[in-house]
């Protein structure tokens, strides 16, 4: 950013939701009042045609005396120019190009009464009606005429067309012509220079565009070069390798030189096409305008770019630094008469600037501080609580900053109480059960102005949205949006989290970026057990079951669950079950006699909904009533043996996966094989037999497909598995906060040293982010001694182990430095070692990555013996068969 600013001398905006370009701007006596005194000529591409006279006023914008003519011509105007275009008469004219038109008109003043009644008029003189689409124009004394300027408009197509005056002259097509780029004349050397779409300046003559062969169409003047006529050759080529912005040749230059704007550098040509200079830009520039040095042999430049900046430079050499308050897509310098050089800016919304460059003094005078006697209770008291708040940060180690209080826009989320009467699932029903939507409603307020606001709604598989994105619109301050989509479930398994985040990326517009700041803003939403489940009868009987502890005494189901009270058959309240619509059945059974809830199923994992809800419920039901001291808590034995099937079968599908990877890459080397063999055979000359390549190239084939089906298969099994090994961890975990009393900040950190992984990769998998986090924690927090704490971890790249035992060993060490008293937290004060003794003995387990590893053994089958489940709860485990892994068709190599 630069120190200094352009200074506005005059100022005005042009219209609303204008365009302007390149050539809408020029400058020049329009009117020949022969005061010297230049006019600001401004065309729009919605054909309105400004003449200003700017006044040296107080505020620094545009008075009403000041604009001198305001017209609306039919067409869009493309380029304004002044020069002598009227054979009669050697006094400046204005041409105005319009797509299919150029018009040539006189601008004549007229005095009014009183000081405010200088007025203009505009008189057409002559137009042109043009037979192609015009791009641009330029102007000069074409052929060494002295007196007058003609005209050449380039036409979309690469043609030239030549005016001489109010005479149509002839029409050259440039050769190897795509796309039009800048044109401008040099009459030093009566030349026409432009830069083609093969990304190199061209000079063509006007001899020998003049002698050249003439023809109406391209392919006409293609035809006429290869048969006769005089082809069009350029005097010279110079490759720049980039496309050009603008071509400017002073008149006034010394060394007689012709300056380029490219994308990336600015170079500096002689007139027969050799670089004098070329200086490299470090940014994108909009545009240019040499104009006379001080110095002599050298030229200044004024260049403009996209971040607000107008640089000034001697040649290559960088002199003065502006910044601007728009991108300016034109820029001259005018003399005016109250301030001569004034540099005048247009951009590309309309917003017209005349400003000069340099600084206004400055009178502030900074004041006195006063001398006060240093109080030192007062400074030791601040110095103490500075100290605290270091502490303090230290010891949360916030990584995240917090958000402000006042946020620029607020997003709120509320789920609707009943399910949709028309349900918007994609699959209406899933094993015999109708699936259920409930409609959401997102409702986003601004405190703020905000730009571009979208809104962009995440749940996990197997749920899904009917919109999960919405483009809203820009929102003023106070404005509210709302927009409403329906959830339901999509899959053939139940989902491990009913929650679902909405985030909303916006940008808030400040002075020194109007584009904006880009900001997000997210809210979370949870779904109701209703959408996943329905009402059942209750089993008595089942395979896997938890008992949840109360220290209240029990209360009726049906008031915990009043939801589900239409269709519940227990009117005592003691049985709820709960049928998955995608899943197992879950009772959830309430003792008479004791403060015990029992939640029993045949599917391990379809526990954790029904469970997770009736502990939130349990609280929620004694917080309406005033209770204070409820308290949840289970009492075990952790079913960590149950816990690790769904593990051994998510890994097993892992290992599955990658059989399936290499067997189809073997596949595709073979089968790209026997392509390229079968290419040489039909590529021979001389026919040979095939020797049965076609035969086994089609079963390669099959067998690529067959391979796919089956990897895709597995696939769809692996994201399964994987949403019920986080509803498995989910619940451990839990479990495991029941168990303990863990706090809300223990139970996050457990959180996410179990579940670091919202899905899958065949980067990155489960198993191994648990064990790395699992095992920093036994390092750190968990440690028995110092010596733990000094065992540094690996820190090359995670990989797929070959088995899980060391991840359910380290699993097992985690729960039981936890049942020994085991804390928690990702402060400095808690990576102190703690001892971690076993009951009635001095000696403590054994540690993590000991050179004992048959004593470590020992120590974890121990505490998985004495986690084994009681007689009282049966519990059955029945292994899953690992996923087979076979060719579907015999392997056939070369």
Known sequence: MSLFK????????????????????????????????????????????????????????SQAEDQLLEVQLKDPIIQVEVGKFVSCSDLLHLAVLHPRKLSVYAITGTAGNVEHGFQCQLRLVYEHNLQRTACNMTYGPFGGVTGHHFICIQSMDGMLMFFEQESYAFGRFLPGFLLPGPLSYCPRTDAFLTVSSSRQVE??????????????????????KKSSGKRLMADWTLVIGEQALDICIPSF???????ILGERNLYCLKDNGQIR?????????????????VSEGTTNTLLANHNNMLLVYQDVTLKWAAQLSCVPVAVRVANFQDLRGVVVMLSGDGHLQCSYMGTDPSFFMAPKVEAREVNYEEVDAELKTLHKVIREAARTQDILPKADADEELVVTASVSASLDDVSKAVIPEISGIPVPSVTVKISVRCRSAVQSPKLTVCVQPPLAVTQEQFVLDSMGAGATTTVMFSAFLNGQYPPADLGGNVAVSYSTPTELNPAGVPRVAQCRFALPLRLACCLSSASKNAQFKITVDTNKPPVNLNEVFPDFLEKSEDRDGNALAFQLIAGAKVTVLASKTSQRYRIQSESFEDMWLVASELVQRFDRHFAKQGVKDFRNSFSGPLPLSEYFQAVDHHFELRVSAEKYQDLLA?????????????????????????????????????????????????????????????????????????????????????????????????????????????????????????????????????????????????????????????????????????????????????????????????????????????????????????????????????
């Open 277 to 293: 200079f070329m200086k490299k830009l470090e940014f994108n520039p909009s545009c240019f305008l040499p104009y006379a040095s």
């Open 666 to 894: 073997e596949r595709a080397v073979q089968f790209r094989a026997i392509q390229r063999r079968l290419l040489t055979r039909f590529k021979d000359k001389t026919p040979a037999p095939l020797q049965n390549l076609d035969t086994l190239m089609e079963g390669t084939y099959r067998q690529v497909i067959a391979l796919a089906d089956a990897a895709e298969e597995n696939r769809m099994k692996l994201c399964q598995a994987f949403a019920r090994l986080r509803s498995a961890t989910q619940l451990l975990i839990m479990l495991l906060s029941l168990w303990h009393g863990l706090g809300t900040e223990q139970t996050a950190i457990l959180q996410a040293t179990l579940l670091p992984l919202l899905q899958d990769t065949p980067q990155l998998g489960w198993e191994e982010s648990v064990d790395a986090a699992v095992s920093h924690l036994l390092r750190t927090c968990l440690s028995r001694s110092s010596k733990d704490q000094a065992l540094s971890l690996s820190t090359g790249q995670l990989s797929m182990p070959k088995d899980t035992a060391r991840l359910k060993k380290h699993i097992t060490l985690l729960c039981d430095r936890l049942g020994k008293g085991g804390r928690l937290s990702l402060s400095s004060e808690a990576h102190a070692p703690t001892p971690v003794i076993m009951p009635g003995s001095c000696e403590p387990i054994a540690e993590l990555d000991q050179e004992e590893p048959a004593a470590e053994q020992e120590a974890v089958a121990k505490f998985v013996k004495k986690r084994q489940p009681s007689k009282k709860v049966k519990t059955k485990t029945v292994p899953r068969p690992a996923q087979p892994i076979a060719a579907p068709h015999t392997v056939v190599t070369l």
């Open 203 to 224: 000079s063509y003559k006007y001899e020998t565009l003049a002698v050249a062969t003439d023809a109406d169409t391209r392919q006409e003047a293609e035809q006429q």
């Open 253 to 259: 230059s010394p060394s007689a030189s012709i300056f």
């Open 6 to 61: 352009a200074r506005d001398w005059w100022s005005v905006t042009l219209g609303l939701g204008e365009e302007f370009d390149q050539g809408c701007l020029c400058v020049g006596d329009v009117d020949n009042s022969g005061s010297g005194h230049d006019k600001i000529v401004v065309g729009s591409y919605m054909g309105l045609l400004r003449i200003f006279l700017p006044h040296a006023g107080s505020s620094g914008e």
